[in-house]
């Protein structure tokens, strides 16, 4: 079987349309949809998402504030920053783009966050809502995942996920969010690991694959079964001499031997990527409907 390619840049469009619909409803009652977006240091991976992140919000209406902070920052000032935020009007949603670096403490910063404002979704009162299965604002790229399976017609409910990846970003919420009793959801969830034993043990029975490990190749075609839907979380840069900066972007998939197998994939880049920060989007104008 060869498979449909997921088209995460249009499942990504249809939704930005709808959002900017509401931005445009929100305006008529003077309300803007505020976005303030804080970036330590120079990293040029953070650089180019939080960059992505601002152009979008342009594009359907939303205030972005941009905050470029030096490396050096001492945790009092960035928490002075969050503090500053917190209390802005003008602002529905802060994002501090991971990871921060070494020298500061990541999850006090996380914690100074209001939870109303928290559009990441990483505030601990926000994670801990998501595994009660109470409402909350759901974090952006597992959130991402769950809309482009139900938006591509994949029947989650009583399938055998097994998600590759325990990170806090997106293992540890996607596997939460699919095996909540929701819709959307109602699956069977295995989490594997870098301890797992015998992982293609565990991706051979799956029905949906869901690789989030953050290194290239880790989903193989002799890992999967005949007709499997695959969602490649994995973003890594690969050398490559024939491109021009020298590297091109692959995820944790060999995509083209697993193509042959699955029923439905996601390609690295255009899958996930955009979902991401249209979820981004998507919270931040629900904080401002909130508000
Ligand atoms: N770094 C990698 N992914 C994310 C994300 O979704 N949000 C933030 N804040 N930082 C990240």
Redesign the pocket.
């Given at each position: 079987m060869a498979a449909r390619i997921i088209d995460g840049k249009q499942v990504a469009k249809d939704m930005r349309e709808e959002l900017k619909a509401k931005v445009a409803t929100l305006k008529e009652k003077g309300i803007v949809p505020g976005l303030a977006v804080i970036l330590v240091g120079e990293d040029p991976a953070?650089r180019s998402?939080v960059s992505a992140k601002e152009k979008a919000c342009e594009e359907i209406g939303i205030y972005s504030d941009d905050n470029r902070l030096p490396a050096d920052i001492s945790q009092e000032e960035l928490m002075a920053v969050v503090e500053e935020k917190n209390n802005d009007p003008k602002i529905n949603g802060i994002?501090?783009?991971?990871?921060l670096p070494g020298s500061l403490d990541e999850s006090e910063v996380l914690l100074a966050i209001d939870p109303a404002k928290d559009v990441?979704g990483?505030h601990p009162m926000n994670v801990g809502k998501m595994i009660v299965g109470e409402k909350s604002f759901l974090?952006?790229?597992p959130h991402g995942v769950v809309q482009l399976l139900a938006r591509s017609g994949v029947e989650v409910d009583g399938a055998h996920v097994v998600v590759v990846g325990r990170s806090n970003?997106v293992g540890k919420p996607v596997a939460n969010m699919l095996s909540q009793k929701k819709e959307n959801a109602n699956a069977t969830v295995t989490l594997c690991h870098t301890r797992t034993k015998d992982m293609a043990h565990f991706t051979k029975q799956a029905d949906i694959i869901i690789a989030a490990a953050g290194r290239p190749n880790t989903i193989t075609a002799d890992m999967v079964k005949d007709g499997v839907v695959v969602i490649d979380v994995g973003v890594n840069r690969v050398e490559d001499a024939t491109r021009k900066r020298g590297y091109r972007l692959v995820g944790d998939v060999d995509f083209d031997a697993v193509k042959e197998k699955a029923s439905l994939i996601t390609p690295v880049p255009g899958g996930v990527g955009p979902m991401?920060i249209t979820m981004?989007l998507y919270n931040t104008v629900e904080s401002a409907e909130n508000s």
């Open positions: 953070s998402y994002l501090v783009q991971l990871p990441d990483f974090p952006c790229t970003i991401t981004l």
